[in-house]
């Protein structure tokens, strides 16, 4: 029964875009484990509050990784 826990900053994708996270990876674990293990795979999305997440000492917001996926650097 595998559990794929996914951290992100809040605000960073929305509903749709969290829905095909747990789809994707989904597929993702079954295309490894096989079809049988569908019912017991178990995706979670979990939220951080923007600026409670850091990478190398420095905390992140919502802005920061929204300029980071637009290519602007981290820091």
């Known amino acids: ?3 794929v826990n996914v951290k ?3 605000g ?3 509903a749709e875009q969290k829905q095909r996270i747990v ?3 989904t ?3 079954v295309e490894i484990e096989g079809e049988n293990m ?3 795979t178990w995706v979670i999305v ?3 509050t923007s600026g409670e997440w850091g990478i190398g000492g420095n905390p992140l917001s919502t802005a920061d990784v929204k300029a980071l996926a637009a290519g602007a650097p981290v820091g």
Do not use: G, T, W
């Open 1 to 3: 029964m595998p559990l």
């Open 8 to 10: 992100v900053i809040e």
């Open 12 to 14: 960073v994708f929305d």
């Open 23 to 25: 789809r994707d990876l």
């Open 27 to 29: 597929e993702a674990m």
């Open 38 to 40: 569908r019912p017991v």
């Open 46 to 48: 979990e939220e951080v």
